[in-house]
């Protein structure tokens, strides 16, 4: 079955830890996207990438490291420096263009910092 | 860049219609509709190009003013599965950048 996965999907760090969520996608897409979610809020954007070797900057990139070095894979690292890192992290990968597609997401990873 | 909802949170009895607005202060190419269930990933609902074109999903439909930056969910006789929270979207097409609402949360109680 087509789809994203994200691992692990609960974590727990202890302050000061870097520390990485894995997604890795079978979809055959290129875009893909880091989105934080803190209760009761929104998704902000943390990084997205449109194709392999590539990726931005989103809204609330500090603090947060990525790298894109296959189209299945994009890795996000919570580094010491995110001073809140406590969230719900989302992944998403973009099935066509940005303003006619549609976003397929993993079913995220919830990192709570101790 | 994020999309202003309206309003944060709205609580509705079976069968009642309910209306979400999503509301840009920079251009809309397109907006498209998400609802997130609790503690789970945001499903796509459906998405509006210019032209003010409307679309439907069952009893759940959108429109979008491009020139007014804004656009409309409109959940008609909702059912208890309709409580979540709803996202409106956008793209950038100048970078791929895809930028969500502030979300509104919706609970349906019998």
């Known amino acids: 079955d087509g789809g994203i996965t994200q691992s692990p999907k609960y974590l727990f760090r202890k302050e000061g830890q870097n520390v990485t969520l894995s997604c890795e996608q079978n979809l055959n897409h290129d875009a893909m996207y880091w989105y934080r979610q803190d209760p009761g809020q929104g998704l902000r954007l943390i990084y997205y990438?449109?194709?392999?070797?590539?990726?931005q900057k989103g809204d609330i990139a500090e603090g947060y490291s990525v790298s894109r070095e296959k189209k299945e894979s994009f890795p996000l690292t919570v580094t010491s420096a995110q001073k809140n890192p406590t969230a719900f992290y989302l992944c998403?990968?973009?099935?066509?263009?940005?303003?006619?597609?549609?976003?397929?997401f993993g079913e995220g990873s919830r990192l709570t910092v101790l | 860049q994020q999309p202003v909802q309206s309003p944060q949170a709205v609580i509705l009895r079976e069968g009642e219609d309910a209306v979400i607005n999503c509301s840009s202060s920079k251009a809309l190419y397109s907006v498209h509709w998400y609802r997130q269930k609790h503690g789970e990933a945001p499903v796509f609902l459906m998405i509006?190009?210019?032209?003010?074109e409307q679309k439907g999903h069952d009893k759940i439909s959108a429109s979008f003013n491009e020139k007014k930056q804004q656009s409309s969910l409109y959940l008609t006789a909702s059912q208890l599965s309709y409580s979540g929270t709803y996202f409106c979207g956008t793209g950038v097409n100048t970078g791929n950048q895809f930028y969500f609402g502030t979300g509104t949360s919706l609970t349906v109680i019998p």
């Open positions: 998403a990968s973009l099935l066509g263009e940005v303003d006619t597609g549609e976003l397929f």
């Open positions: 509006l190009l210019k032209g003010g």
């Open positions: 990438s449109q194709i392999v070797n590539d990726f």
